[in-house]
Every structure is written in C-alpha cells, then in structure tokens.
C-alpha cells in the first residue's frame, strides 16, 4: 500500500532558481538562502521518496488568464520545462507518475473534489526551484512528481478550508494505492510577500513564524484563516501560502517538526521551509532532527526567539 | 462604474494593493494576452521596434487606458487596469529590468533603495494594513491598534524619498 511519509513547504522564488542557473549560489547573499536547504538534502536523500506530489501554482507559463483551473493535477508521463521567457531553465524533465495519478484524480472527484486533469503541462520555476532546493542540481530527478498546480493567481484562490480538505482526500487516495510507495508532499510558495503595488516589499516575519507553528501543532488554526487576513498580514501575494494547508491536510493530525528554516529577503520574499514527518507507520526518525526540535514542548514564544536567534546566525 | 449593483471589496481596504480578482480579470484579458505574447523572442523584437504599431496590429481590443499605461511603463495603472503582476513582469523583462526594478517604481523609489529596504527584512506591515482602520475593528487576532491611515501614507511618502 502506498503511504504519505512526510510533507515539505518550500519557497519557489524565481530569483532562487536564476542564481542556481548562473551559478551564484556561493555569493553570501543566496548562499544565506542555499545553506538552510543544506539538512533538507540529506534528510531526503535518506527518506528516498518513490514519488512526491508538489502543490505548487503556474506564474501566467502553462495557464494564462485563458483557462483559469483552480486545482489542476499533472497526470502526464512527462512534463516540459515552460520557456518563461529566457528559456527554459535547465532543469531535467519532469517525470510523472501517470497510474498514481490517475488513481488520485478518479479518487478526489468522487470525494466531491472536482479536479481539472492535464494530461500535456508544462511546468515553471513554481515546481522546479522547490525540486532544486530539495534535490539539488541532479542530472534526472531522483524521483517522478505529480504535479498539482492551485491556481492563486487570480482571486480568489480557494479557501484555506478547502485545500486542508484536498489534502485530506489526497492521503486517502494515496492510501488506497496498492503498489508500495514512498510519498512525499511539498507545498511550495510563500512565504509574506508582496510583489505589486505601492505596498510591494511588504513581510511580516511575526506572522510566517506563527503560520509556522500553526502548521506543526494547529492546523486547523490556519484552516479558519480568511482570505483578507493572508493579505493583510502576508502581502498580496502571501495568500498563496493556503497551498501548504494541502499538503498538511495530506499529513496525519499529529506530526514531528523535524526541520525548520526561515530567512528574509529572497528577492522579494521571506523564505520558509519546514519538513513534517507522519509519527506512524514507521515514518523514519531523525535524519535531519535539529536540536530547535527538541523544544518543541517548549513555549511558542522561546520557539520563534530561537527560531530568529538562528536566522540573525545566518545573516551575519 | 456600476458600484451602486456590486457589493464592497473587504480587501479594497488593503493600501497600496491592487488585488487581481476575476473583476480585473475580465477586464485586463486583453492587457494580460498582450504580456503573455512577450514570451516569444520574435514578439518580443516586434514590440520593441514598434510599440504602437504592435498594439494596434496584435490587440486592437485593449482599452485606450490600457494602451497608454502599457507604453508609457506606468505599471500601478497597469495592475488597477486589470493587469496582474506575474504577466505585467513580462513586460519589464522584455524592457531588460529586474524584477525589483519593477518593485521600485511599483513603489516610487530607486531600485538601491528597494533593494536596501528587503535587506532590512522588508516593508513593516505596521501601518499598512488598512486604509480605513477597518483592521482595528476586524476579529483579526493579529490585527493591532494603531493609527493605520496617519502612518501607512506617512511610511509611502517616506519610501519615495
């Protein structure tokens, strides 16, 4: 049976993806960035996931303002890398996983979940910068990637509700798969950013470290959250974080925290990254624990202190 | 403006945000296709040696606003127009700018200074939260007591100094 192992969030700023393209990731500035996936490598180099399911959103390469798909999921053999406009990244080709992905899309539209399918997509730094991130530069990637592409470009994406419950009937389809997988989630975008208007630049850290929190131990904290206070407090375009409530709908209710990293800017952007691992079915154990995870019990607020005493460590 | 038939936009209450709903959607599809035909090398040549004539021949639907903000690169106009930023960066990238290129003048400022002011951990969130101090009164648990209207236009003045 297939089983849903652990879940990842993952900033997709495109700027990540042009300094691992022109080779600059060793400059201070994105070296900053680059070092806090550097644990997350290993972690998933040991969990070897056999597919992952990356919720990601498509920036006007695949879909335009043509066709607007709210929940569009990848079940092609292979998807293209889009030309943004300067060519397409050189990344690998991204394999899918057409027989589990089927499966998923006939098992969420009967739980009322009406997904559009695409069997021809091409995909854009929106999934493969959290590849890189997570993955590095490899030749193939290691793994096939159903893609789930969550339209939050035009608003209203779909509430935070919404998404948790897509996660929901994802975990049970995948756990109706009876081939022996390894799955992986990433919920990618994120963190407060805003990159239109006068207010542009916007982040609001306070929020991202109790979204983060919220994420681990409260979810359904989150799920409440309004579209208007995602914008409010995280920017514009801060609303798409609603996307990571997939993949931690897909997560059991109790989760380990077993890795967390937040830095500001990318560009424009605050950067978070979290690895959630499931406690059963033999979810492995500590291949990247942290010792910030040991106090998890510990109040949220020495948490986010020690959480910001690691980002200054990074800056400086 | 047929405001008295359409019910208020909580979030037209965001400063400085111009939120790309289906509204604007509708009415920037024009805008948006022009930007989404910058992807193409060929079109993007075709643009830049002749503006005017590339609109008139490729997108004669554009509104006479649109056309106008389009070339003269005033890309607020663009984004309440009904053009949405991922496609209006399109045409910053055809121009050869950044992305913070784009953010700066977004936000009346130089680039060095945008960029300066993320190193920084970018724009405070208070004081622009609300035109209105609507947020005050909001259920939100985050939302703080302040006075948002005096400090968010003091903060944008600042920034574009």
């Known amino acids: 049976m297939a089983r849903i192992v652990a879940g990842v969030t993952s900033s997709h700023v495109p700027a990540i993806g042009a300094a691992i393209d022109n080779h600059r990731t060793s400059e201070p500035y994105w070296q900053r960035v680059f070092e806090g996936f550097e644990r997350s490598k290993e972690w998933i180099a040991k969990v070897k996931p056999d597919v992952c399911i990356v919720v990601y959103n498509d920036h006007a390469s695949a879909f335009s303002v043509e066709m607007i798909p709210t929940f569009a999921l990848g079940t092609a053999a292979e998807f293209p890398i889009a030309d943004e406009g300067w060519g397409p990244r050189p990344v690998p080709v991204v394999k899918g996983h057409p027989q589990l992905a089927a499966h998923i899309a006939q098992s969420v539209i009967l739980d009322e979940f009406d997904l559009t399918l695409c069997n021809k997509m091409e995909v854009d730094h929106g999934l493969t910068v959290p590849l890189n991130l997570m993955f590095g530069t490899p030749k193939e990637w290691p793994c096939p990637v159903i893609p789930l592409a969550v339209n939050v470009v035009m608003f209203p994406p779909p509430t935070g509700n919404r998404c948790f419950n897509l996660g929901r009937a994802i975990k049970k389809a995948v756990e109706s798969y009876p081939e022996d997988l390894k799955v992986v989630v990433f919920g990618t975008g994120g963190m407060s950013h805003q990159i239109s208007g006068q207010r542009a630049g916007l982040i609001n850290s306070k929020f991202d470290h109790a979204f983060l929190d919220n994420l681990t131990r409260n979810p359904q904290k989150l799920v409440r959250m309004d579209h208007l206070e995602y914008m409010r407090e995280a920017g514009a375009e801060g609303v798409e974080m609603v996307m990571w409530l997939i993949m931690r709908g897909a997560l059991e209710d109790k989760v380990d925290e077993v890795y967390r990293f937040y830095t500001v800017p990318a560009s424009n952007t605050a950067v978070g990254h979290i690895i959630l691992e499931n406690r059963s079915k033999g979810g492995r154990k500590a291949a990247a624990r942290k010792p910030a995870a040991k106090s998890r019990k510990s109040a949220p607020k020495l948490k986010r202190a020690a959480a910001r005493q690691k980002i200054q460590r990074i800056r400086s | ?161």
């Open chain 2, 1 to 161: 403006m047929p405001a008295k038939q359409m019910p208020d936009k909580d979030y037209d209450d965001i400063p400085g945000t111009y939120v790309f709903d289906a509204d604007r959607s509708r009415r920037g599809y024009h805008l948006n296709m022009f930007c989404m035909s910058l992807m193409k090398a060929e079109n993007r040549k075709a643009f830049k040696d002749d503006e005017s004539g590339y609109l008139d021949r490729n997108f004669p639907l554009l509104t006479r606003e649109q056309r106008e903000a389009i070339l003269k690169r005033q890309y607020n106009r663009l984004l309440e127009l009904g053009g949405n930023i991922y496609f209006t960066a399109k045409l910053g990238a055809t121009d050869g700018h950044a992305f913070q290129h784009l953010a700066a003048v977004m936000t009346g400022s130089t680039q060095q200074d945008y960029a300066d002011m993320m190193l920084r951990g970018g724009r405070n969130v208070d004081g622009n939260r609300s035109r209105t101090g609507r947020d005050i009164l909001a259920k939100s648990k985050s939302a703080k007591p302040k006075s948002a209207k005096g400090k968010a236009s003091s903060k944008g003045k600042k920034r574009r100094g």
